[in-house]
T-cell receptor
Framework: DAGITQSPRHKVTETGTPVTLRCHQTENHRYMYWYRQDPGHGLRLIHYSYGVKDTDKGEVSDGYSVSRSKTEDFLLTLESATSSQTSVYFC?????????????FGSGTQLSVL | SQQGEEDPQALSIQEGENATMNCSYKTSINNLQWYRQNSGRGLVHLILIRSNEREKHSGRLRVTLDTSKKSSSLLITASRAADTASYFCATTGAGSYQLTFGKGTKLSVIP
């Protein structure tokens, strides 16, 4: 999957606990994205990054924070997980963020919040 | 909010038949892309069509775009069992580089 590694691949956690998902890329692409995928909603953008320490909100950013301290790593944190955050989370990358550019996706993290 | 809406939600065909999926969107776009997602995997880019293009081909894939109707179609010819997957359209609009995805069409190709 285009040099993108998401970890963990599966996680079960309890409501109210903090959770951090990691995305690691080996492509040296500038842009990185976090999406969530839910039945009936397709993919929705949570946050994205356009460089080290440069991030911005997407469509469904409430309850999530992100950090990018290195080009290759983009972390997604749920400060206090809720059951509504049960989802499959995908990281994606693109080289320049241009609107005619394709995204490369990781294999996803299945998160269950009980 | 979703920009693209795929139709049908699910499609089942026999191997060798053609599969057609449609995508409708609400606001003007710069580009439209199609992605495939195999079960349990991430999305894979298939093809991009620009707003000033009407048709594009890539192997067994044919994509059309009708900006007057705000719709696109993806045709897969001579389908194979390996084409079984979900297919998503995604758009970028004026002034935004963010891709907005539809809910997808689940295609099943029966051997």
């Amino acid at each position: 999957d285009a040099g993108i590694t998401q970890s963990p691949r599966h996680k079960v956690t309890e409501t109210g606990t903090p959770v951090t998902l990691r995305c690691h890329q080996t492509e040296n692409h500038r842009y990185m994205y976090w999406y969530r995928q839910d039945p009936g909603h397709g993919l929705r953008l949570i946050h994205y990054s356009y460089g080290v320490k440069d991030t911005d909100k997407g469509e469904v950013s409430d309850g999530y924070s992100v950090s990018r301290s290195k080009t290759e790593d983009f972390l997604l944190t749920l400060e206090s997980a809720t059951s509504s955050q049960t989802s499959v989370y995908f990281c994606a990358i693109s080289e320049t963020g241009a609107d005619n550019e394709k995204l490369f996706f990781g294999s996803g993290t299945q998160l269950s919040v009980l | 909010s979703q920009q693209g809406e795929e139709d049908p939600q699910a499609l089942s065909i026999q191997e060798g038949e053609n599969a057609t999926m449609n995508c409708s969107y609400k606001t003007s776009i710069n580009n439209l892309q199609w992605y495939r997602q195999n079960s349990g995997r991430g999305l894979v880019h298939l093809i991009l069509i620009r707003s000033n293009e009407r048709e594009k081909h890539s192997g067994r894939l044919r994509v059309t775009l009708d900006t007057s109707k705000k719709s696109s179609s993806l045709l897969i010819t001579a389908s194979r069992a390996a084409d079984t997957a979900s297919y998503f359209c995604a758009t970028t609009g004026a002034g935004s580089y963010q891709l907005t995805f539809g809910k997808g069409t689940k295609l099943s190709v029966i051997p």
